[in-house]
């Protein structure tokens, strides 16, 4: 079949995926993948805080740079992950209490990896996972010590550090219209009537088996009206191991419906799914007893998704 990456092309969109490096050294077969289907690529985990900068000042760029290199000689595009979030920061970064010092670490960390790259991304995811389902703030180091003001000084470091790249707001259970989402959509209202730069908001979609929600599309819909971008981040979706005939043919169809909502608001502008095969995602470590939740099977066959997602496109 025709590499996934030229068919979401002609829709002028990218089909993207999340990379790790050293999966691509020891299997032939994820890296083939790698290089034929993809136009887009997200650091599944080597440009977080803790790989770069995993002590205060001393920055470790291998995994990272291996990301920008493997997406340059494909002619991928690279979707940076992630410059701020509560979650594998460094013990150093994450015992500040002092805002001054904090707010200083937050922005050169900013500056460090976006000047770094500076001209070599297409996105940076920003801020991530900064709110609560409920829509308050979460209470990370960066919310409680700075305070509801730390995304926008972030997303002003990120401007000036890289003024080409898009910068977005990326969160999970926001792809249906619920409190979560609507508390980021207040948000991006905000920053675009005050002009705080924000270019696109990530839905994660890692999604569980027959729950696509109704509302996504209309959800992505109303982000595009307030003038920004929304790309599909990190799309799985997961089930009950060992997976049932049944789950993976209802799976086809919801990865069909992530498409087809995306596919049909003008400003949806892609869609990344995190990781390649069932056999390397992060499905099993963090949810007991769930997985298959990829379009390619551990042994590299394809799963009935593919055909469904190879259609939409
Ligand atoms: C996950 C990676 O896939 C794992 O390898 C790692 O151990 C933990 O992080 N939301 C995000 C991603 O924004 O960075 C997470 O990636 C999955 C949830």
Redesign the pocket.
């Known amino acids: 079949y025709e590499p996934l990456r030229d068919a979401a092309e002609r829709s002028g969109r990218y089909f993207g995926f ?1 990379y ?1 490096p050293h999966l691509a050294q020891q299997d032939a077969n994820y890296r083939a993948i790698a290089e034929r289907e993809f136009s887009m690529v997200t650091a ?2 080597t440009m ?1 805080w803790e790989s770069v900068q995993p002590s205060e000042g001393q920055f470790n760029w291998s995994g990272a740079d291996a990301v920008v290199d493997f997406a340059q000689a494909n002619n991928q595009e690279v979707y940076g ?2 410059l701020v ?1 509560h ?2 920061l460094p013990g150093w970064a994450s015992n500040i209490s002092d805002p001054t010092r904090l707010s200083t670490v937050m922005k050169d960390h900013i500056n460090a990896v976006a000047g770094r790259y500076k001209g070599d991304i297409a996105y940076w ?1 920003v801020v ?2 900064a709110f609560e389902d409920n829509g308050t703030r979460r209470q990370s180091v960066f919310q409680r010590v700075l305070g509801d003001g730390y995304i926008e000084e972030a997303f002003r470091e990120a401007r000036s550090a890289d003024p080409n790249a898009k910068l977005c707001i ?1 969160d ?1 259970s926001t792809d249906a219209i619920n409190s979560k989402s609507t508390a980021i959509y207040n948000l991006v209202r905000d920053f675009k009537a005050r002009g705080v730069p924000i270019d696109c908001v990530g839905l ?1 979609s ?1 999604l569980i088996v027959g729950q696509v929600p109704s509302t996504y599309q209309q959800n992505i819909q109303r982000f595009v009206d307030l003038g920004v971008e929304v790309r599909i ?2 799309l799985d979706i997961r089930m009950n191991t060992p997976a049932s005939q049944q789950n993976i043919a209802q799976q086809a169809q919801d990865y069909k419906k992530v498409f087809e909502a995306c596919w049909a608001v003008d400003g949806c502008n892609g869609v990344t799914i ?2 390649i095969s069932d056999q390397y ?2 499905i099993p ?2 949810f007991s007893g769930e997985g298959a939740a990829l379009p390619w099977n551990s042994d590299y066959s394809v799963k009935p998704a593919l055909a469904e997602l190879a259609q939409v496109m």
């Open positions: 999340a790790a599944e985990n977080k992950h992630t979030w979650s594998q995811d991530n996972e990326n999970y994660q890692h981040t990190e995190w990781g995602s992060w470590d963090v």
